[in-house]
């Protein structure tokens, strides 16, 4: 059966990991794939997370099968830390939300609920987007196309040409928004800007399909919903594809979920049978032990407010590094100004390098970053910055 198969190419993310991790380079560092590293380059356990884990292993009873919403207390408080208490109540039975293995499997639900409801089967996703948004979507039963997003001389968003083509996009489509903290860019849109961008979205009757996979890492947890509730309380309805491997820490645990908000009762608990369906058809019900953590641990007032402290300190240690970066880089040379890294948010931003340049930095000081200059900012501490800066400086000629 398989003598003819042949190797597909590494993931662009999580094969350049690999690749980096069996580099020997003496000052290598790692900016590549979405995880939070201390100033030691560790990654550790959430100690809220850590304790509800406990909780979580000393009293659990039984292992039978789970309900195939997942724990029953992860599906009750997600929806409040993704849209507040008060949009939940309103929203009613309007809202469902089912638990899944991590973000990638809320994307993949929700396209397939996409993909069995729509005609068009299609949805629109930013250009650049998170390069996996594509074979995730495509491999659910999307076409997926790009509506104009960052403009690399502006090193932003360039808001007019966004609005101008997602006017152009056929009526009743999906579009795949960044719940925060854009990925790969880190450039997000201002307040004013979602209320703009959700005005046209209600008047061309497009559906939000919201990937929000950073809460807490941009500017604070309320706020970097911001987009995520005024699309939930202005349309009727809205898709959302939450992750917690980066919010609690939870990378390997696998835990997201999907929320579906449609028009009425009815539509929502038929959406709900589809989206079981589609669960069904791969790997049944999710796993419980990262979501059952999550449920205890927002379920306790305490170790929610300490798990809310130890993500606001990792949120700020961000905030300082790109700014720490920035300065150090415009110390280290006149010709180009790196403030601009001020601007993003969260836990990725683009450099503004060119592919060879960045390939320069692999080869020759073994520092990896995605070849689209996306940097992983958690990934610099204060004992690999000036290590970066003084590379970084080098190969792009400006010393
Ligand atoms: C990333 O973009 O690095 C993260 O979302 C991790 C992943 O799965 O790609």
Redesign the pocket.
């Known amino acids: 059966m398989f003598e003819n198969i042949n190797s597909l190419p590494a993931d662009p993310?999580?094969g350049l990991n690999s690749v980096f991790n069996q580099d020997r380079h003496p000052d290598k560092i790692n900016l590549?794939?979405?995880v939070y590293q201390d100033s030691n380059g560790a990654t550790p356990i959430f100690s809220a997370v850590k304790k509800a884990e406990r909780s979580l292993l000393s009293e659990q009873e039984s292992k039978a099968y789970l309900h195939q919403s997942g724990s029953a207390k992860f599906v009750k408080h997600i929806p409040s830390l993704l849209l507040g208490d008060d949009l939940v109540q309103q929203l009613d039975a309007r809202l469902e939300t089912v638990m899944t293995p991590g973000g990638?499997g809320a994307l993949h639900l929700g396209a397939k609920l996409v993909s069995m409801s729509s005609r068009s089967a299609r949805i629109w996703v930013s250009d650049p987007t998170?390069g996996?948004h594509y074979p995730l979507l495509q491999s659910s039963g999307l076409h997926v196309e790009t509506y104009s997003y960052y403009d690399a001389e502006l090193k932003g968003v360039n808001f007019a040409r966004m609005m101008e083509s997602l006017s152009q996009i056929p009526e009743g489509d999906a579009v795949l928004l960044h719940g925060c903290c854009h990925?790969?860019t880190g450039a997000d849109l201002t307040k004013p800007q979602c209320d703009e961008l959700i005005e046209l979205m209600s008047k061309r009757n497009l559906l939000p399909f919201i990937d929000i996979?950073y809460q807490g890492f941009g500017k604070g947890l309320e706020e970097d919903a911001y987009l995520t509730r005024l699309a939930a309380r202005t349309l009727p309805e809205v898709i959302i594809a939450s992750s917690c491997s980066k919010s609690f820490g939870v990378y390997r645990e696998r835990v997201g979920a999907i929320s579906i908000i449609t028009e009425n009762e009815k539509q929502t608990a038929a959406a709900q049978t589809h989206v079981f369906s589609a669960a069904r058809c791969s790997y049944s019900m999710p796993p419980y032990h990262g979501g059952g953590t999550i449920g205890r641990l927002l379920d306790d007032e305490n170790l929610k407010l300490e798990w809310q402290t130890e993500l606001e300190k990792i949120r700020c240690e961000m905030i300082e590094t790109r700014s720490e970066l920035s300065k150090g880089l415009n110390a280290a040379q006149n010709k180009v100004d790196f403030s601009f890294l001020n601007n993003s948010s969260g836990m990725?931003c683009y450099l503004g390098i060119s592919r060879e340049q960045v390939l320069k930095l692999r080869s020759e000081y073994g520092i990896y970053l995605l070849e689209n200059g996306r940097i992983?900012v958690a990934g610099i501490s204060k004992k690999n910055l000036p290590v970066m800066i003084d590379r970084m400086s080098r190969v792009i000629g400006l010393t």
């Open positions: 993310i999580l590549t794939v979405g990638s998170w996996n990925n790969p996979a990725f992983n």
